[in-house]
């Protein structure tokens, strides 16, 4: 049922900041217990998951990519963001937005892998 849709500028110069937005139909974003996070998988290689934000609004990121990483959500058009700054050519990748769920269990709380996905949106970072 729920629907995710990337969209973005497809090129972005070294140095600049790289932005793109998620797109959610079918489902709220505030719904508890989802979660909302981005992954990127570079040519030839894994996936990496970059961060995420929560149906409450907490954001959590990759350590590797913390300094750069930015997530918000803007509940009134059900999208979430990212920004991603100071890039350079090794930014270049496939994004994708992702649904997930976060599991309480008492105090404990356990990250799911994601469930959706989008379809992905290959940024290249080139001058």
């Known amino acids: 049922q729920v629907q995710l849709q990337e969209s973005g500028p497809g090129l972005v110069k070294p140095s600049q900041t790289l932005s793109l937005v998620c797109t959610v139909s079918?489902?709220?974003?505030?719904?508890?217990?989802?979660?909302w996070s981005w992954i990127r998988q570079p040519p030839g290689k894994g996936l990496e998951w970059m961060g995420v934000?929560?149906?409450?609004?907490?954001?959590y990121y990759n350590p590797s990519l913390k300094s750069r990483t930015s997530i918000s959500r803007d509940t009134s058009k059900n999208q979430f963001s990212l920004q991603l700054s100071s890039v350079d050519p090794e930014d270049t990748a496939v994004y994708y937005c992702?649904?997930?769920?976060?599991?309480?269990?008492?105090?404990?709380?356990?990250?799911?892998?994601?469930?959706?996905w989008g379809q992905g949106t290959l940024v290249t970072v080139s001058s």
């Open positions: 992702a649904r997930g769920t976060v599991v309480l269990t008492g105090p404990l709380r356990t990250y799911r892998y994601p469930e959706v």
């Open positions: 079918g489902g709220s974003i505030t719904t508890v217990y989802y979660t």
């Open positions: 934000i929560t149906y409450d609004g907490r954001t």
